[in-house]
Structure formats: C-alpha cells, structure tokens
C-alpha cells in the first residue's frame, strides 16, 4: 500500500488499541466475569476494525471482525469464557500485532489468517467444544460450513460496489483432474487468465494455500469482471487438466443471500451494518477527541489533545536549543563584566525564558519507560503457561521516565532478560513445593532514577545460578582457561553467562536453549551507553540490573574545580554539600572514610583519581566535600572549590576517547573551556 497521510496515525493508533485489548484480556483473564471488561475489549475491537477497514487492510479488518463476534456473544451472556476461548482470542492479538508490524516495516498488511478465523468461527457456532473431544482439530467443521461463502464485510462491500458500478460478479469454482500432477501449476494459469480480465477478490483456500498445494481438487474464487458468464467458463475451461468449471452469476440479492447465510453459520450480529460504519469508523473515534463529551455524571469529559511529531525534529530541535544554552551562558559572563543595568536585565529575561523553554523540550523527548514494561505482564503470561509454571509479574518504577532513543532499543534486551528468569529462574511448580516456597514464582520489574541514569531491575525468587555449573560450562566452552578460573569472583563467574554463545539449558525449548544467549543483552545494552551487572544466591533468586543513561542533552550540574581544571557533577547524583576537616577523617583498612549523619562513608580523591597536575587534598587543612548517592550507596567526594549551579550541555567524546573511568562526557562553559562530567555512578561499586 502506498504510504499516505493517514498511515502514521494509523499505525500510533493500531498499537495503542493493540496494547488496551492485551492489557484487558489479562484483566479478563483474573476476572472472567466481568462484563465491563469485555465491554472495553469489545469497543477497542470495534474501532481497529473500522480504521483497518478504511485503510483497506482487509485481513486485519477480518479478523478483528472475528473477535468481534465472540465478544459480542461474551457480553451479551450468551457465552462464557474459557481457557480455549482466551487462547483463540489472545492468538488473534498476535496475528493482528503482527499484521501491523508488517505495515510499519513498508508491507501491505496481508496476512493467511483462515485457521485462526475459522477457531473464532466454531466458538461462535460451538462446534469447537465437539471438536476438541473429537479429532482435536478444533475448527475444522467451522471452517467447512462456511466453505466458499466465507466473505468478511470488507470483500462484501467490494462486490457490492462492483454491482452498482455496472460490472459482473461471479462465484466461480474450478476442479482440477484427479490425475493432475502439478496442480499449482494449473491454477496459476486459472489466476493469471482471471487477473488480465477482472479482480479476484477472494479466493477460498487462500492464494498462498493454493500457491504451496494445500488444496484438494477444487478451489473457489468471488470475481469482478466485464465478461460474460459463457465467455468466461469457456476460457477457464480450455486450460489444460481442468476438469470443471461452475461459474455463478450473482446480483445483488444473490450477493445478500450468500452473505446471510455465512452470517447464520459465523456470526449472531452486524456483519453487513459493520461495512456501513466501517468508513467513518476513524474519523468518528478523531472527532470524539474534539468534540465536547458530557459524562454519565454531568460533567464534560476531557478531550484527549495530542499530536504526534517525528523523533527527528526533535533531535534537530534539541541541537538548535543546546547551541542557544552555551549562547546565553556566554551572554551571562559577557553581562557580569559589562555591568550595564539594561544589558543584565535583558539577559537575565532571556535566561528565564529560555530555562523554562529547556523544560518543555526536554519533556518533549521523555518518555515513561511504561511504554516499554506494559508488553511484558502478557508475555510473561504466555511463558508461563507454556513452561507449566505459575508466575506473577511485580511491576514498580514503570512512571520512570527515559530518552526516547532509548526507549525504542531497550525492549528487545529486556525481552531476553525476563525470558531467562522464568525458563531457568523460577521453579516449576513441584519444585518449589520441593523447596518448601509457595506454588507462584515471583518476578520482580524495577526501573529507577539514579544521576544521570536509569536502572532497571530484574529479580526473581527462583533457584539462583549455579556458580560451579556456568564455570563448567565456560570451561567446556573455552570462554576461560583453569588458569583464570581460579581467580574468578562470584560476581565475575555470573558475567560469563554474558558470553558468545552460552548456554547452560539442558534441552532445547522455544524460550531458550539455541545457543543465542544473553550475550546479544550485552551488546545492545553497552551500544546504549549502560552495562549490566548479575547477584545471584543459590536457592533464592537472581538479580540483573541494568544501568542506562538517560541520554538528555542538557542536564543540571555543579561546577567544581580541581586546581586549574574544571568538571561538572550531574545535580540529581548530588544528596549535599559540605566542608570536613582533615583531622576527623578516619582510615580503616587504608581507606578514608567520613561521619555522615549518623553512619560512616567512604571518601575519595577526585584529584588523584584524575590525576590533577597542580593540586592535591593531602595539602589542605579541610576539604570541601560532595556527597553523591546511587541507589542506597553513598559516598563522598573531595573538591578544590565549588563554582556553582549550571545548566550544561552534554557532549559525548567522540569514537576516539571511548571508555574513560568515570567520565560520561564533557561540557563547553560560558567562557569557551572545556568541562568533563563526571560519572558518579562509575566511583560506587
């Protein structure tokens, strides 16, 4: 399909609806009787299939049709869910997700949805429950009933308009001989003669069924042409090896009669009403958003007034704002040295404004990581059932917001991370009771501010890793020598999981287990700018956490010096200020330390850690002192001077200066230095 205005908000859009039916069923899933539930999953529905019918992306119009039916019955307590009815329906999302996917990455949408179509079909009719204690091939009756007629109301509606155009619509059904070798082969002439002459508009079995054999010896086609009905069965006949040819002249009450029939054998409602409504479906759901609603209390409901801008002009933006910074920084030093009053008021004006304009568009990028963890409660679900484990998923921090860069490469990483802690983290049922812990593993899902960092978490109560098998199996591998082995941590043996291609599952599943391991979360994660660390306790649970920077352009810091050089401590790492003196700083086991409100902290050299040329605090009576926090970790830092509080640019240091300690990249200053910032979160371990 040609891109056009429309298909970006189609697509925002799509995923939105495809995220509100996941989280509901899931709801569903813990309340099966709540009908207000399945009111939301329905309207949610309801409108996808309306913009997907105007989109003209019909398989997705179809199958949300489909579900449609079914929770039409659902809502109307003519049908109660069951564990076979949240499957079908939670294997519909994933098609539709996948569906939409394939129109994000530039393809038409299309998609062979007939076997899940035919499962909601057989719910619908019932005929699942006989299947399911039969052949165990649930659907299949549903999908004979309907046979050919099985047209949704967007193909209806084509054939329709065809009608009232003034062209001829037929059914037409085409059997190939019994001792026909390539049958496939056949009916592509059939197709190829059909296309030159007309439009098919549905094939029954589908064209890429028919393409790969899956047909017995007859297919069916609905077609829109201007030949005759003789002129037509004679063509198709006259193709070698077709033995028939059953060509089916419809009008318009022939067209409503086949089409109520399929509605008899699929569907209780709407299926030629939803074609009416399906074209101004989208525009309707938009003009909602602008017109005045009144709620069911009285009050006027709030308009949903957003719009969406590309990432790109943000970026642009953000570089644009980012050279006005280190512009007005300039100004303000220029001012102080003038000292004329309407010169400082001016400045001091334009510092106002442009401070809170650095507010909005650094809101403008930030993105609350929500965006990324509200996928995970349905496939950690999916997991579970499919390992036959009980698992709950705890959600915390999920308001934590992230650069939006990164929000869009983080999910893939945390995807494999959450895989590992439910396949080889958590217990299988028996096993937990065997280790005296409740039946339900717990998987905990943290995200935080940290600096100029976001963690994120991942916990679980299961088994813990084993440290003598992954030192096995690194040896086995030849990721380590003995040698090396010997000296490893436990921390360090954890990392190894990290590796190229290792793995420690004993047999292969769908989760895990095909060499690709955890080592593409390293990678990606280290592309990002973070890295990742392991604790594990054997019998009780892992932990990975992951450190990410928020990749703001701009940030709040402290200025200080370190006798001729300047640096820059992010604002949000900093708990305090203050000033020790150097008789009451302590030494135990070689390390200074200092009195912080009630407990002892480590205390460290900025200047030998640095290496500054012209300055050392081993020469000073007292010190001034920056207190620093990651997580729950403190630690003090001892300075020259305090310059003072500034709004800075960061710059990273190009692919030239890559992993400096402790150094996250660097700042120009009012004055045209350059100032490097400091990494507090790199100082605590």
Known sequence: MEMNQYLSMFIDESKEHLQALNDNMLKLEASPEDIGIVQSIFRSAHTLKGMSATMGFEDLASLTHEMENVLDLVRNHKLAMNPFIFDAIFKSLDSLEAMVEDIINGGTGKADVTDIIAILKSIVTGDYEKEAT???????????????AELDEFQYSILMQSLEAGLQVYCVKVGVQETCVLKAARAYMVFNYLEQNG?????????????????????????VSELGKEELEKQVGNISEIEAVEVEKLDVDGLKRKMQRVQAATAPSEAVAAHKEAAPAAAAAKAETAAPKTSAGGGAAVASRTIRVDIERLDVLMNLFSELLIDRVRL???????RRNDLTETVEHMA??????QNIVLKLRMVPIDNVFNRFPRMVRD??????????????????????????????????????SVDHGVETVPERIAAGKPETGNVYLRAFHSGNHVFIEIEDDGKG????????????RGIVTPEQAKTLTDEEVYLLLFAAGFSTAEKISDVSGRGVGLDVVK???????????VSSKLGAGTKFSVQLPLTLSIISAMLIRLGSEKYAIPL???????????????????NKMMDFRSTIIPLLSLSSLFDVPDFSEENEAETEVVIVRKGDKLVGLMVDEFIGQQEIVLKTLGKYLTNLFAVSGATILGDGQVALIIDTNALIK
Request: without cysteine; glycine residues 6%.
């Open 134 to 148: 039969g052949a165990g091939k649930p659907a299949a009756a549903a999908a004979a009933a309907v046979n050919e």
């Open 199 to 223: 439009e098919v508009v549905k094939s029954n079995p589908s064209v890429e069924d028919i393409e790969k054999e899956k047909f017995d010896k007859t297919f069916t086609v609905y077609y």
């Open 332 to 338: 303000e030093q220029l001012a102080s040295e003038v």
């Open 352 to 357: 106002r404004v442009s401070s809170d304009l």
């Open 383 to 420: 997991l579970a059932k499919n390992l036959e484990k009980k698992v709950d998923l705890i959600i915390t921090g999920a308001e934590t917001e992230l650069d939006r860069t990164v929000i869009d490469e983080i999910g893939d990483p945390l995807v494999h991370l959450l895989r590992n």
């Open 465 to 476: 890793i084993n440290r003598d098998k992954v030192l096995a199996t690194a040896l086995k």
């Open 523 to 533: 990678t990606k994660i280290e592309s990002l700018g973070g890295h990742v660390q």
């Open 572 to 590: 949000s790492s900093i708990v305090e200020t203050s000033v020790v003196r150097k008789e009451t700083i302590r030494r135990v086991h070689g």
